[in-house]
């Protein structure tokens, strides 16, 4: 059974920090490539970064190059979301996503998300 735990959301103030963990289960992890999305309240889900198996290319949003970055260990099947100046637009629910797909494909697996407030 596939399992993807995300932890690491909160409220946080603009201009503030957090750092987002995915823990997989269930999955070749090293395999697979990895991503996070985010959906705001009556908006579509939305790609914000993914990152090969390997973890040496990455793919961001235009909306967060630059604050955000992601990265991955796979000695502990974990993806990570380093989120810097954030912004009030960030506040979203954050979703991990896995998959044997091209890098910015969606993959076939979901977290249950984190919530991510930012207050202005």
């Known amino acids: 059974q596939v399992q993807l735990v995300e932890s690491g959301g909160g409220l946080v103030q603009a201009g503030g920090s957090l750092r987002l963990s995915c823990a997989a289960s269930g999955i070749i992890f090293s395999i697979n490539s990895m991503g996070w999305y985010r959906q705001a309240p009556g908006e579509q889900r939305e790609l914000v970064a993914t990152?090969?198996?390997?973890?040496?290319?990455?793919k961001y949003s235009d909306s967060v190059k630059g604050r955000f970055t992601i990265s991955r260990d796979n000695a502990k099947k974990t993806v990570y979301l380093q989120m810097n100046s954030l912004k009030p637009e960030d506040t979203a629910v954050y979703y991990c996503?896995?998959?044997?797909?091209?890098?910015?494909?969606?993959?076939?697996?979901w977290g249950q998300g984190t919530q991510v407030t930012v207050s202005s």
């Open positions: 996503n896995a998959g044997r797909v091209p890098l910015g494909d969606i993959g076939r697996y």
């Open positions: 990152i090969t198996p390997g973890g040496s290319t990455t």
